[in-house]
């Protein structure tokens, strides 16, 4: 790393990294060389042991909904929507939404498979049931 870091390469940084990715349709999470745990939200540090070492990785995708909630939304502004926690396979928990589905449909303990949709021109990671584990 020779480039130095400063307030104004800040933006610049590992989620900035992660964005552009996602805007490029890939969905990226962090693996700790150090410990071999992965690691969600990008960042700099190691949160398990505190090495500096996190490389990208592309994650299998396959995860389990932890935690799934409805929100209410008037129709005439998009209509209801999921928001769910879900683990990956890899062992990190994110935020995000289940689609596919109604939004009361989806179940805690569902299989569901990370997808990256595009909404406003951005990368947004979302996810749909497992066809195969119906
Ligand atoms: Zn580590």
Redesign the pocket.
């Known amino acids: 790393m020779t480039v130095p870091a400063s307030q104004e390469t800040a933006p610049q940084g590992v989620e900035a990294q992660y964005r552009q990715a996602l805007d490029q349709g890939r969905f990226l999470i962090q693996r700790?060389?150090?410990?071999?745990?992965a690691?969600f939200y990008p960042r700099m540090i190691?949160?398990?042991?505190?090495?500096d070492?996190?490389a990208w990785i592309t994650p299998d995708g396959r995860g389990t909904v932890y935690s799934t909630t409805v929100v209410r939304r008037k129709p005439d502004a998009g209509g209801d929507y999921n928001v769910a926690l879900v683990d990956l396979q890899e062992g990190v928990r994110l935020m995000s939404r289940v689609e596919g589905l109604a939004p009361e449909a989806v179940r805690i303990g569902m299989a569901v498979r990370a997808q990256v949709a595009q909404q406003d021109g951005r990368g947004l990671v979302v996810f749909v049931p497992c066809k195969e584990a119906q």
Not at 32 to 37: E, K, L
Not at 46 to 51: F, I, L, S
């Open positions: 700790c060389t150090g410990c071999d745990r690691v190691c949160p398990h042991c505190g090495a070492s996190l």
